[in-house]
């Protein structure tokens, strides 16, 4: 079942082929995709080929404006991407979503770095976390970048390099610095089980200079008016996360489902089928996953609306999103343990696609869009004190 598809605030005569044709496009991929995965999670990177493809047809510039080169497609369209590559591998909707919500900055930086990262139709930034170490330090014409950065989602893919950074002797909001991914040196350090196939690799950069027309601030107001350009990144990132973790989730209990239909279990004398503990255990998982990805539809359907028609964003449409997304991830975590034990020993071998999607949501749980600490955020603005954290 599929619960009620997000709404758009755009007129029926702006981008609805457009739309649909995107979203063809994605779902194409998304097979081809899905016949790679072991090759994707092999190569812990989307292959080279399949990644210029896909640049080619604007799978990594669906949200940059078009003043730049970008398709600017309207955000409850490419949620739907996001889903239909999730379905395929957690991996490449991985960067999909983090690759094209970054690129939501084309409209804050300015406008001529824009247009020379995605005038070329390759162009993809990737970002990390800075460590505590990392230092700009302005000089003539810019800055000089000293740092190290982590979870560089997409990285082998991509061409540029976006760095946060605090300027030495400036207090207050760190600057973000676009970087030529030749300019720095990568270091691999993604050995892991979960989301092998994001390249999410490290990069450092030793006294790399940077000029001010390649530097911006995350607050600065954007260019374009479209709703995608005011909503911040980060409901945006969090949207994109807990739509993976239910289209996990959602293959998981399908496949375990359809298991239960076949499967008996050994020194157990009735089959999974005729079973009334695997009945509820269906019925009352079904009741999680269902509630959990309609609370997530509902929270950005909310947020984009509200956003498109008043032109900023709501903290109520805000927190909404941070709840909904936090706990969309959990329940995904438990919907997909509790497939996983109904597998049984089969459960553990590489060959069976529940182990990868197993390793990937708890990869996802563990990223900061899945803490549980971000409900203290939303109860701490219910009681009246203050929206802080992640928001």
């Known amino acids: 079942m599929r619960i009620g598809l997000l709404g758009s605030c ?11 044709e995107f979203l063809e496009r994605a779902r194409k991929f998304a097979g081809t995709v899905a016949e790679r995965a072991d ?19 604007g799978m990594f510039r669906l949200l940059v404006p078009k003043s730049v080169g970008g ?16 379905e395929a591998d957690a991996s490449v909707a991985w960067c999909v979503s983090q690759n094209n919500i970054f690129s939501t900055d084309a409209s804050r930086m300015p406008v001529e770095t824009a247009k020379e990262i995605w005038g070329e139709p390759r ?3 990737t970002n990390g976390p800075p460590s505590p170490d990392t230092i700009a330090v302005p000089t003539l014409g810019g800055y000089r970048l000293t ?7 997409g990285s082998s893919h991509s061409t540029w390099l976006a760095a946060r950074s605090p300027v030495e002797g400036v207090s207050g909001e760190p600057r973000m610095f676009i970087v030529p991914k030749s300019d720095v040196t990568m270091i691999d350090r993604w050995q892991v089980n979960g989301l092998r196939g994001t390249a999410s690799f490290s990069f450092e950069a030793n006294d790399v200079f940077v000029s001010e027309s390649h530097t911006y601030l995350e607050s600065d107001a954007p260019r374009e008016k479209s709703a995608i350009y005011t909503i911040p990144k980060i409901p945006l990132f969090a949207v994109g996360f807990a739509t993976i973790s239910l289209a996990l989730a959602r293959a998981c209990l399908d496949d375990a489902t359809e298991l239960a239909r076949q499967k008996t279990q050994r020194m157990v004398a009735a089959a999974m089928v005729d079973r009334s503990s695997v009945h509820q255990q269906i019925g009352e998982t079904e009741a999680k996953l269902r509630s959990a990805d309609a609370f997530v539809r509902n ?3 909310t947020l984009w609306d509200s956003t498109c028609e008043s032109g900023v964003v709501d903290m109520d449409q805000r927190i909404e999103v941070r709840m909904a997304s936090t706990y969309a991830i959990r329940q995904a975590v438990e919907v997909v343990d509790i497939a996983y034990e109904m597998f049984g020993a089969g459960a553990i071998f590489k060959s069976n696609l529940i182990q990868r999607r197993w390793q990937d949501v708890h990869t996802i749980a563990q990223q900061i869009q899945g803490r549980a600490t971000n409900f203290e955020t939303a109860g701490r603005y219910f009681l009246g004190l203050g929206a802080t954290g992640m928001l």
């Open 10 to 20: 755009y007129s029926p005569a702006m981008k609805i082929l457009d739309s649909t």
């Open 39 to 57: 090759e994707i999670d092999e190569g812990r990177r989307i292959p080279a080929d399949l990644a210029g493809d896909m640049a080619d047809a």
């Open 71 to 86: 398709s600017e497609l309207d955000y409850p369209t490419f949620v739907k991407i996001v889903r239909a590559f999730a």
């Open 123 to 125: 162009g993809i930034v």
């Open 147 to 153: 740092g190290h950065w982590d979870f560089s989602s």
């Open 299 to 301: 929270a950005a359907k």
